[in-house]
């Protein structure tokens, strides 16, 4: 099923991701700081804070460091200004891409969005020119060990989520965007602390991708994952297993 590839290839972007560590650790307190400044310091009264928690634990980011940035942003004290910003574009095979930024210096992280989609074959886009194509979700992900899936099932629904795909990989909860803090505020209590909890967006559809393209694709989005501003590349691609093996080896 393409939502099932495509669960697989979010995966692997993911571990590509984690292995930078310094890299990430800095986005991640970023998004804790940005996430206080926004809504305070209580995770409890505020869903971003707390999701960028459960991305940093996820992530085993220190906890020393998810605190001094919370209190950082909390305190509302002078130093780095960022602001949200989503860019759209095309890759190469017409693959549809989100980036998600937060930057104290728009037009630089502009000017090096647009070079990276250039660069690889594909071009940046006006605002809203593909986020049509996606659907604004809450994602919980659980580990395949916590339940099967008949029990994550009748438990993501009583919780009020919407949908649920369950595999070897594990458990993908989705729920509406506003309900990600209540649903798996509920799931945590029966299968613990979730591997992550965030808004995502997800394809309504996906492009196949053949190995040639898929190369440059990849290309580029290891470049988007690298520029120290983005936080998050959605993209709405799906490569055949053998296809991603092969490159990914």
Same mark, same amino acid.
């Given at each position: 099923? $393409? ?6 290839? !979010?995966?692997?972007?993911? @571990?590509?991701?984690d292995?930078?560590?310094?890299? /990430?650790? $800095?986005?991640? @307190?970023?998004?804790?700081? +940005? ?7 209580? &995770?409890?009264?505020?869903?971003? /804070?707390?999701?960028?928690i ?5 992530a ?10 919370v209190?950082?942003? %909390? ?18 095979? *017409?693959?549809? #891409? !989100? ?30 020119? =593909? ?5 604004? =979700?809450g994602? !919980?992900?659980?580990?395949?060990? =916590? ?20 595999g070897?990989? *594990?458990?993908? #909860?989705?729920?509406? &965007?506003? @309900? /990600?803090?209540? +649903? ?15 808004? =995502? ?10 190995? *040639?393209t898929?190369?440059?694709?990849l ?13 998050? +590349?959605? %993209?709405?691609?799906? !490569?055949?297993?053998? #296809?991603?093996?092969? /490159?990914?080896?």
């Amino acid at each position: 099923m $393409a939502g099932h590839s495509q669960f697989k290839n !979010i995966m692997y972007r993911k @571990g590509a991701q984690d292995k930078k560590r310094a890299s /990430l650790f $800095a986005k991640l @307190g970023r998004e804790l700081t +940005v996430a206080a400044k926004m809504g305070g310091g209580d &995770p409890e009264a505020n869903p971003r /804070l707390r999701a960028a928690i459960t991305a940093a634990k996820s992530a085993n980011m220190p906890k020393d460091n998810v605190e001094r940035a919370v209190k950082k942003g %909390a305190g509302g004290g002078e130093g780095e200004d960022y602001e949200d910003i989503r860019y759209e574009g095309y890759a190469p095979g *017409g693959v549809a #891409v !989100i980036v998600e930024a937060l930057t104290d210096n728009r037009n630089r992280t502009a000017s090096e969005i647009r070079s990276a989609f250039s660069k690889h074959g594909g071009n940046l886009a006006e605002s809203g020119a =593909v986020s049509f194509m996606f659907d604004r =979700v809450g994602e !919980i992900a659980f580990p395949a060990a =916590v339940a099967d899936s008949e029990a994550m099932f009748e438990a993501a629904l009583e919780a009020g989520a919407s949908d649920v795909e369950s595999g070897d990989s *594990g458990h993908v #909860v989705t729920c509406e &965007p506003d @309900g /990600l803090h209540a +649903v798996a505020g509920e799931l945590e209590k029966l299968f613990g602390e979730p591997e992550s909890a965030k808004l =995502v967006w997800r394809p309504q559809n996906t492009v196949p991708v053949d190995e *040639g393209t898929a190369s440059t694709l990849l290309k580029l989005l290891d470049v988007l994952d690298d520029n120290d501003d983005v936080q998050m +590349v959605s %993209a709405n691609f799906e !490569i055949d297993d053998d #296809v991603m093996s092969q /490159l990914t080896t």
